[in-house]
C-alpha cells in the first residue's frame, strides 16, 4: 500500500473530487483533510509505522485551505489549543465557539 500511495504522490497535481463534498465551498473539505492528517499520523506514530503514505492528506489540504487557516491551525495544535478532535476527525459542533471562515 505504501507503493501504491508514494505513486500517487508523485503524480499528484491538485486536490480530486471528494463525493462527501459536492458543493463549491470547500471549507468543509478543506478542514477534513486538515484533521485527517493529524490523525493519520498520530495512529500511524504510534504503531510504529511509516507516517509518509499521511502525506496525501498534507497535499490535498494545502491545495484547498488558505496559507492563513493552515498558518492558523498550526499555532493553535502546537499550543495545544487547536479546536478540532484529531481522534475522531470530526468537524467542530455548530454549538462551538470556533467557526470556520468563510470565503
Known sequence: MAEEMKAKLKNYKTAPFDSRFPNQNQTRNCWQNYLDFHRCEKALSAKGDDVSVCQWYRRVYK???PISWVTDWDEQWADG????RS???APPS???SVLLPRW
Request: aromatic share 8%; hydrophobic share 40%; glycine share 8%.
Open 63 to 65: 491545495s484547498l485551505c
Open 81 to 84: 489549543t487547536f479546536p478540532g
Open 87 to 89: 481522534e475522531l476527525a
Open 94 to 96: 455548530p454549538a462551538s
